[in-house]
């Protein structure tokens, strides 16, 4: 799966997608897509990824608590 960085705008590659649809887990492993040469995986925070549209990830990705009854 591929996400853009909304920062730098560079094209990142998803190395673990059941990380990423983790809400508990605010890092996910990539790469950026950048040049000829394969980039070293890095860490990249999930509220520094959109998806290539530049829509917003889903909150249900990002907050743990997304599910929870209000009130509680």
């Given amino acids: 799966m591929y996400l853009r960085?909304?920062?730098s705008h560079d094209m990142v590659e998803i190395l673990d997608v059941e990380v990423l649809l983790d809400p508990f887990k605010s890092r996910v492993a990539g790469r950026y897509h950048a040049g000829e040469e394969m980039q070293e995986p890095?860490?990249?925070?999930?509220l520094e990824?959109?998806?290539?549209?530049?829509?917003?990830l889903p909150?249900?990705?990002?907050?743990?608590?997304y599910g929870d009854a209000p009130g509680f």
């Fill in 5 to 7: 960085n909304k920062n």
């Fill in 42 to 46: 890095t860490m990249f925070k999930k």
């Fill in 49 to 56: 990824l959109v998806f290539l549209s530049g829509e917003a």
């Fill in 59 to 65: 909150r249900c990705w990002l907050d743990p608590h």
